[in-house]
């Protein structure tokens, strides 16, 4: 086993791990730590240009850090920077942004919005918790160890008085279970035992933070024939557009099950999967002038963007918003738009997930005709 080293922290890097150097000038990240603290760890990965070390000890803490809130912090594989304050956190996360844009060489864009979270704890709308006999918590990071815990200081006070409850409900499992927790949009406890994860379908987990997300999209696209909202879940992104828009297509591999009342005859739901469906409407016709949002998993369009990118074009889509929880295949669409022609108009930088290194990015792009 490796022994324990001594470092002094120097930074934080935007993945959410402490930075420090050993004497051959090699980075070594640092989960859990913060800059200035002088700590005890274990190289645990070692590779040419960079190691990872395990946090054993904080000797001295640097002067940013701070108490976490959550006895499980650290161990319930969940949030990792309770121990930051919240303007250090955000300044590192919109700070790390416009780093990554000049790493892949995309000039940030003269009008831009950061975005900051108000609600910075019991924000989350939905959890997945891991559950046997009479202990209910997470998964430690990376491991299927479960970490009893009896409230979670990220999720809304809907699910933490329930917790109790659910417990109880879960002793009736032979075996070990999954839960997962929704508060509704009208504030109810919703439940969903043993099944894949979102199973009610994807939404935002920080409700105010996605209403703004929400208004920026809607102030930024021209009123046009057609919207194309891909990888549109329920619609999230595209609903507070339909009065500026003649027709709406919301494609997701997974759209609800039941059509709201309140949603127009010209907002149409395709499930499928969004380069097959572009294909197809490309085929069928259609050249009027039309904008898109584009708002893929982490993945980003990977190697589905020149099709995608192509039929959009073809579709004769003048204006998108491209909307990234990572931030890297964010970038590396953006820089391929970028590099098609495609105008970075402005940019969006918002918080969904306070207490993470999460950060949500948003550009706006117009083509010309
Ligand atoms: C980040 S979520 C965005 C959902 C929506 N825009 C919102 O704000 O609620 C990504 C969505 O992509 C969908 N998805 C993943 N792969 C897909 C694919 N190949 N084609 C269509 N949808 C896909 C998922 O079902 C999920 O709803």
Not at 3 to 23: C, E, F, M, P, Y
Request: charge should be neutral; proline fraction near 6%; include cysteine.
């Amino acid at each position: 086993m490796e022994t324990a080293i001594i470092l002094k922290i120097q930074d934080l890097a935007r993945g959410g791990a402490g930075v420090s150097r050993d004497s051959d000038g090699r980075v070594i990240f640092v989960p859990f730590t913060a800059p200035g603290d002088l700590v005890r760890v274990r190289v645990v990965e070692e590779n040419k240009r960079y190691a990872m070390a395990v946090l054993l000890e904080v000797l001295e803490p640097g002067a940013i850090r701070q108490a976490p809130r959550c006895p499980a912090f650290g161990t319930c594989g969940g949030c990792e920077w309770q121990h930051l304050p919240y303007e250090y956190q955000w300044k590192t996360k919109s700070e790390g942004v416009f780093d990554a844009l000049r790493r892949v060489q995309v000039q940030p864009p003269e009008h831009y919005d950061l975005i900051p979270a108000e609600r910075i704890w019991e924000y989350r709308n939905r959890v997945q918790l891991r559950g046997f006999k009479n202990e209910l918590g997470f998964f430690r990071s990376g491991t299927q160890d479960l970490v009893p815990v009896s409230r979670c200081d990220l999720a809304r006070e809907e699910i933490n008085q329930s917790w109790e409850a659910v417990r109880f409900e879960g002793e009736a499992y032979s075996s070990p279970y999954k839960v997962e927790l929704e508060v509704s949009t009208q504030g109810a406890l919703m439940k969903t035992w043993n099944s894949k994860h979102s199973a009610q379908g994807f939404r935002q987990v920080h409700d105010e933070q996605n209403e703004k997300l929400r208004g920026w999209i809607a102030e930024q696209l021209p009123p046009a024939f057609q919207l194309f909202d891909l990888f549109g879940g329920g619609g999230n992104l595209s609903l507070p557009l339909i009065n500026q828009m003649r027709e709406i297509h919301c494609v997701d591999l997974s759209v609800p099950h039941q059509r709201a009342p309140e949603i127009p005859a010209h907002f149409h739901f395709h499930r499928s999967s969004v380069l097959p469906w572009l294909m197809k409407h490309q085929s069928a016709g259609s050249r009027l002038p039309a904008v898109a949002i584009l708002d893929p998993p982490r993945v980003g369009l990977g190697e589905d963007f020149s099709k995608i990118a192509q039929s959009l074009e073809t579709l004769g889509v003048q204006a998108l918003v491209s909307v990234g929880c990572d931030l890297d295949a964010w970038c590396r669409d953006l820089s391929r738009w970028v590099k098609r022609g495609w105008k970075f108009e402005k940019m969006m930088v918002i918080d969904l997930f306070p207490q993470t290194s999460h950060v949500e990015s948003v550009s706006y792009l117009t083509r010309f005709v």
